[in-house]
């Protein structure tokens, strides 16, 4: 059996669709036996779509570099 | 009141993400919003002086923005003519009917809402990552935001899979934590 961190871990790997087989398996005979875990395992789902849902863009870290740098200049 | 100070040396860390998400939704194009931001700071640098610390930085700063926002369109819109907003009630001209009526916004959707609100959601997303470690704010906007591939990120940050697993974990879980605060309760 698989310790509640695993089970977080295969969790999140879940969450990028990067958890395997033999993963989803320990996860699920896991969340049967603990309440804990399966109401993380919710919350979790819920917020991955919450992320999918969300129109999320970001700078690069190399935008972010050249900006820091113009500014810098500037100060 | 509590008074607010400058930090024109953390901005791009802090805020440039946020701002520049608030500047897409606007403009519709990453390269003008990415200028827009930049303007935003400079701006903001110019005009210091004239912040009396009333309002918190990133507020300001939002404000800067959409006054960048708006000369934008001011400045694509300047051929005379183009500005005016020309509107045709329906395709075909004559035809009967309840032009008006067809034109309103039907009060029962929700449609137009949720795009409002996923925008809201959108920035308090990305308020709640910028309250983020360094570490775990770049390793979660690298994997969910920009869905690198955990390889990639590994190498490019030089640290192995577990470790990788473990920063996602923490990130994810403050969060959820910072959006049942700042958001619904999730």
Redesign the interface.
């Known amino acids: 059996m698989i310790s509640c961190d695993e089970a977080a871990i295969i969790c999140n790997k879940k969450q990028y669709k990067e958890a395997t087989f033999i993963e989803k398996i320990k996860l699920v005979m896991h969340l049967f036996i603990c309440k804990t875990c399966s109401r993380f395992s919710k919350k979790n789902a819920e917020f991955t779509s919450l992320c999918e849902k969300a129109p999320l863009h970001c700078l690069t870290e190399n935008d972010k570099v050249i900006m820091k740098k113009d500014l810098q200049g500037k100060i | 009141m509590e008074t607010h100070q400058l930090h ?2 953390n ?3 802090q805020y ?2 946020y701002l ?2 608030f500047a ?2 606007r403009v519709s194009n ?1 390269e003008i ?2 200028d827009l ?2 303007e935003t ?2 701006a903001g ?1 110019k005009s210091a002086k004239n912040y009396k610390g009333t309002a918190a930085e990133r507020t300001w700063l939002i404000a800067i923005l959409k006054r960048k926002v708006i000369d934008h369109y001011r400045k694509i819109n300047s051929n005379k003519g183009k500005a005016e907003v020309r509107m045709s009630y329906s395709s075909q001209n004559d035809t009967d009917g309840d032009w008006l009526e067809e034109q309103i916004a039907d009060p029962l959707s929700i449609l137009e809402n949720d795009e409002i609100e ?2 809201e ?2 920035l308090a ?2 308020e709640c990552i910028s309250k983020l470690p360094k570490k775990q704010s ?1 390793v979660f ?1 690298m ?4 869905g690198m591939g ?1 390889e990639d990120i590994c190498k490019e940050l030089g640290i192995n899979p ?1 470790n990788l ?2 920063i ?2 923490r990130a ?1 879980t403050a ?2 934590d910072c ?1 049942n605060q700042n958001w619904f309760s ?1």
């Open positions: 024109p040396e901005w791009v860390n440039a993400d520049f998400n897409v939704s990453a919003a990415k931001v930049q700071f400079f640098l996923n925008e959601l959108g997303i990305q770049l906007t994997k969910t935001i920009q955990t577990s697993w473990v996602i974990h994810r969060l959820m959006l999730i």
